[in-house]
C-alpha cells in the first residue's frame, strides 16, 4: 500500500484536516445530535408528559426561518457578545496581573487575599441592584457584573498556577544565571499559561451564564431578553430558538479560547 | 583530538573545581519540631574526582545539596569552592535533579542554550553551535526542536547533562539522576555517563541509594550516617578505569562492597534502636536484597 502525499496550504496538512473534520468522532456526534432531535419531535407529538409541552423542532425551525431574516435577532447576538467581551477583556487586564503580583509578592498576597476571599463568594447577580445604582448608564452596570464572573476565576486560577511553579523550575533557572525579570519572562510567565487558559475558559463560562441572566432581570436587549421577551409574549418556539442560540454562543467562545490556548501551549498537548 | 576538546566543544577544555565541605549543620522547624537534618558533616570533592555520597533514603541527601548549590543556607559550618565561600547558586555548581528538571514550555535545543543566553556571553549562534556539537555527543541531534514531553526519559537526561555541562561547570550534581528509570535505561545511563567523566574529568558529586551503582561510579565513596546526616566514612574506590559492567564480577569489586554493606548495617541498626520505623523498613529493603547475593 503506497501513502498518499500530504498537500499543504498555509503550513496545513490538508489531508490531515480532512481526516479529523470528517472523522468518525465527527459523524457519531451529528447522529447523536440528530437522534436528539427525533426523540424532541416524537416527544412533542406525542404530546408526553412535561417534556412534550417544549415546542415541537418542526415549529422551532419555521420560527427560526423568520428570526434569522429578522435584523432584531442578529441585534440580540451583537449586544450579547459586547457585553460578554467588554467584561471578559477587563476582567483579563485587571486579573492577570492582579494574580501574578499575588503570586509573586507575599507583602500583597496576605494584603488582599482575605477581601477577595470575602467578596468571591457572592454571587455575580447579588450585585445587579448595588450596580445599577452606582454606575451610571445600564450598559455599564451589565459589564461590570460580567466582569465580575470572569475576574474571581482569573486572579484564583493565576495565584494558583503561580504559587504551583515546580520550585526546581527556579532554582534550575538562578543556577543557570537567570534572575529578577529574566525569570518572570522566561520561567514564571510560561508556567502560569496553562492555568491563565483553564481560568479563561471556566471564566467564559461564568460570563455567559452571568450575562443571560443579568438581561433577563435588567435589560431590555439581548439573547438572554430575547428568551424572556419570548415568555411574557408567550411565544414559545422563540424561547427555544433563544436558549438554543445561547449555547451556540457560549459553545463559540469556549472553543476560541481552547484553540488559543493549544496554539500557545504548544508543549502540552503533542500527538 | 585530546580527551578535553572531545567533550567541551570548541570553547576550550573543561576546568573541575575542589569543594570544602566543612562542620556544615541545618535543621528545619522550631521548638519541638525541630528537626535536626544534616550535622557537623565534613568532606571534601576533590579535583577532578567522581564523589559518590551514599545513604539511606530520607537521610538528609537532598538538603546536603540544596546546600551545596546555594539554594539553602546552612546553620553553621563553611563551604568554599577553590577555597573561596559559596554566595547563593551559582553557574560553576550545577545541579542534575531527581526526575527531570527540564523546562517543559522549550524545546530541546531552548533548554540547553538557556543558560548562555540569559547571561548574554556569546552570540545566539554560537550557543546554538556550540550546544548541537554536544547534543550529537548524546545522540540527540534530530531532537532539537522536541518538547521534554516528547523525550523518553533516558533522553530527558541526557539533554539536562547537556544543558549543564554547556555551561562550563567547576562541578556537577547529580541527585540521583536515575532514580525513576528503567533498569535497562538506568544501566545504560550509568554507563554513558562514566564515559562522561572519563572524557571530561570534572569534579563530580553523585548522589544515590544503590550501592552497585555507587561502587560502580565512584573513586570516592562517601557513606552519610542516618538522619541527622553526616559523613561516616570514605573509601577510596581503586578499581580501573575506564569502568566496565564486568568489573562487577571481580573480587576487589566484591571486597568493597562487603566493606561498604557492614557500615550501612550499622547505621540501620543503629537507627532501628532510635525507633524511626519508615527508614529502618526502607534500609533494610534497599540493602537486603544486595547482601543475599
Same mark, same amino acid.
Given at each position: 500500500m503506497t501513502q498518499k502525499k500530504p498537500v499543504y496550504f498555509m503550513g496545513i496538512n490538508l489531508r490531515k484536516l480532512r481526516k479529523s473534520i470528517f472523522s468518525k468522532t465527527t459523524y457519531r456526534g451529528i447522529v447523536a445530535v440528530i437522534a436528539t432531535v427525533i426523540l424532541w419531535e416524537l416527544c412533542a407529538r406525542f404530546e408526553v408528559?412535561?417534556?412534550?409541552m417544549i415546542p415541537a423542532p418542526s415549529s422551532v425551525f419555521s420560527s427560526l426561518v423568520e428570526q434569522l431574516q429578522d435584523p432584531a435577532y442578529w441585534e440580540c447576538w451583537v449586544v450579547s457578545y459586547d457585553r460578554v467581551l467588554s467584561g471578559f477583556i477587563i476582567a483579563q487586564i485587571i486579573g492577570i496581573p492582579l494574580g501574578l503580583i499575588m503570586g509573586l509578592s507575599r507583602h500583597l498576597r496576605d494584603l488582599s487575599f482575605p477581601t477577595l476571599e470575602i467578596l468571591?463568594?457572592?454571587?455575580?447577580?447579588?450585585?445587579v441592584p448595588t450596580a445599577v445604582i452606582f454606575w451610571p448608564t445600564p450598559e455599564m452596570s451589565m459589564i461590570f457584573v460580567t466582569f465580575l464572573g470572569a475576574f474571581f476565576t482569573m486572579v484564583l486560577n493565576i495565584l494558583g498556577g503561580v504559587k504551583n511553579i515546580d520550585v526546581r523550575y527556579i532554582r534550575s533557572a538562578q543556577s543557570l544565571g537567570s534572575s529578577g525579570f529574566d525569570i518572570f519572562r522566561r520561567i514564571v510567565l510560561p508556567a502560569t499559561l496553562p492555568s491563565l487558559f483553564t481560568g479563561m475558559t471556566v471564566g467564559m463560562g461564568i460570563t455567559w451564564a452571568v450575562v443571560v441572566a443579568a438581561e433577563m432581570i435588567?435589560?431590555?436587549?439581548?439573547l438572554g431578553f430575547l428568551t424572556w421577551k419570548s415568555y411574557v409574549a408567550g411565544d414559545y418556539p422563540v424561547i427555544v430558538i433563544g436558549m438554543i442560540s445561547i449555547g451556540i454562543a457560549g459553545y463559540l467562545s469556549s472553543a476560541v479560547i481552547r484553540l488559543l490556548g493549544d496554539r500557545l501551549t504548544p508543549w502540552r498537548k503533542i500527538i | 583530538m585530546s580527551a578535553h576538546e572531545h567533550i567541551s566543544g570548541n570553547g576550550g577544555p573543561l576546568q573541575g573545581g575542589e569543594m570544602q565541605i566543612t562542620a556544615v549543620s541545618k535543621s528545619f522547624g522550631i521548638?519541638?519540631?525541630?528537626?535536626?537534618?544534616?550535622?557537623n558533616c565534613s568532606f571534601t570533592l576533590e579535583r577532578g574526582k567522581l564523589t559518590v555520597l551514599i545513604g539511606?533514603? $530520607?537521610?538528609g541527601k537532598t538538603t546536603l545539596i540544596n546546600l551545596l548549590a546555594g539554594y539553602e543556607a546552612p546553620d553553621s559550618g563553611t563551604i568554599t569552592v577553590d577555597g573561596a565561600p559559596i554566595k547563593g547558586p551559582g553557574k560553576d555548581r550545577l545541579v542534575v535533579f531527581q526526575e527531570t528538571a527540564l523546562f517543559?514550555?522549550? %524545546?530541546t535545543l531552548e533548554n540547553v542554550t538557556y543558560g548562555p543566553i540569559v547571561r548574554g556571553e556569546k552570540s545566539k549562534k554560537e550557543v546554538e553551535e556550540e550546544a548541537m556539537h554536544l547534543l550529537r555527543k548524546v545522540g540527540l541531534e534530530d531532537f532539537?526542536?522536541?518538547?521534554? /514531553?516528547?523525550?523518553?526519559g533516558g533522553m530527558q537526561r541526557r539533554c539536562e547533562l547537556v544543558r549543564a555541562l554547556i555551561n562550563r561547570p567547576k562541578i556537577m550534581m547529580m541527585?540521583? &539522576?536515575?532514580? $525513576?528509570?528503567d533498569a535497562m535505561t538506568r544501566e545504560l545511563m550509568q554507563e554513558y555517563y562514566v564515559r562522561l567523566f572519563e572524557e571530561n574529568h570534572l569534579t563530580n558529586l553523585f548522589i544515590t541509594s544503590e550501592l552497585e551503582e555507587a561502587i560502580f561510579l565512584a573513586d570516592r565513596l562517601v557513606i552519610l550516617t542516618n538522619?541527622?546526616?553526616?559523613?561516616?566514612t570514605v573509601i577510596? /574506590?581503586?578499581? &580501573?578505569? &575506564?569502568?566496565?559492567?564486568?568489573?562487577?564480577? %571481580?573480587r576487589e569489586y566484591l571486597h568493597y562492597k562487603q566493606q561498604a554493606l557492614e557500615i550501612l548495617h550499622e547505621e540501620a541498626l543503629k537507627a532501628f534502636s532510635s525507633g524511626c520505623g519508615a527508614t529502618v523498613a526502607d534500609f533494610l529493603e534497599a540493602y537486603s536484597e544486595v547482601e543475599s547475593k
Open positions: 408528559p412535561i417534556i412534550g468571591r463568594p457572592i454571587p455575580p447577580l447579588a450585585w435588567a435589560s431590555r436587549s439581548g | 521548638g519541638p519540631l525541630r528537626q535536626q537534618v544534616i550535622e539511606p533514603s $530520607g537521610c517543559p514550555w522549550m %524545546t532539537r526542536d522536541k518538547f521534554p /514531553i516528547q523525550l523518553s541527585d540521583e &539522576p536515575f532514580r $525513576g528509570l538522619r541527622p546526616a553526616s559523613a561516616r577510596e /574506590i581503586e578499581l &580501573p578505569r &575506564p569502568r566496565e559492567f564486568k568489573l562487577l564480577a %571481580t
